[in-house]
């Protein structure tokens, strides 16, 4: 992810929709993380995401009939004012913080994602700070992927994911990606990068995006280094496409699952004598 200087996890949401759920229920696996993970490095393939996708089979489908499909917070950085870009030029504004995205822009194209249209993508130049002209065109899938370092910030985008995915890495490695990124990919000298880091990075981190782990239903460690975690993960995205969760009960829970019977507030906790 870019801008999204909060770095230390990958950020992740799945939305599936169609006959595989019940009427009006739309299936939302949804993931996060913080930057130096995913689409924000594309040297490094190591976007816990994007190894989904792979794994899934869908890098060689065209792009028209692809049932899982990526899009990425980074894309809806806001518009920024003339004195904004100017203090972004010279690494002084804080991408980090929740204000920096179109929050009304991500659920208003997550929420026509999941009803079937087809959506415009903001791309967003990184280097000049800017949204380019040309968008993306995503169509319908039956699972996206929505990944960001505040995907779950925002309770109204929050909402919107039935299954969250927290994805950990670790400090040193997210810092050794993000200057290498930073300067091979947007031309930014050492100094004005670790700047950046110790002035927005790292306290946007522990203020906006550490906090919302606590909203994760699963916590990914090692990122996509955790083979066996990103293995289930398919796995359980592949039995959606093929229908094996398509029935949702009215206790919320799938394929018949029952949840062990909770212990009331009358039941003594003590063992007997």
Known sequence: MEESEAESKLGTAFTLKGSMVMPLEHFSFGGFGCAF??????????????????????????????????????????????????????????????????????VKTLKEITEGKTVQIPVYDFV??????????????????????LAFYSQEVRDLFRMKLFVDTDADTRLSRRVLRDISERGRDLEQILSQYITFVKPAFEEFCLPTKKYADVIIPRGADNEVAINLIVQHIQDILNGGLSKRQSNGYLNGYTPPRQRQPSESSSRPH
């Open 37 to 106: 993970e995913g689409t924000m490095n594309s040297r490094l393939e190591s976007s816990v995401c994007s190894k989904i996708v792979q794994l899934l089979g869908q890098n060689e489908v065209d792009y028209r009939q692809k049932q899982v499909v990526i899009v990425s917070q980074d894309s809806f950085y806001r518009v920024l004012t003339s004195e904004q870009k100017s203090k972004a030029l010279k690494g002084q504004f804080n991408f980090d913080h929740p204000d920096a995205f179109d929050n009304e822009l991500i």
């Open 128 to 149: 000049s700070h800017s949204r380019k002209e040309e968008t993306v065109t995503v169509y319908p899938a039956d699972v996206v992927l929505f990944e960001g370092i």
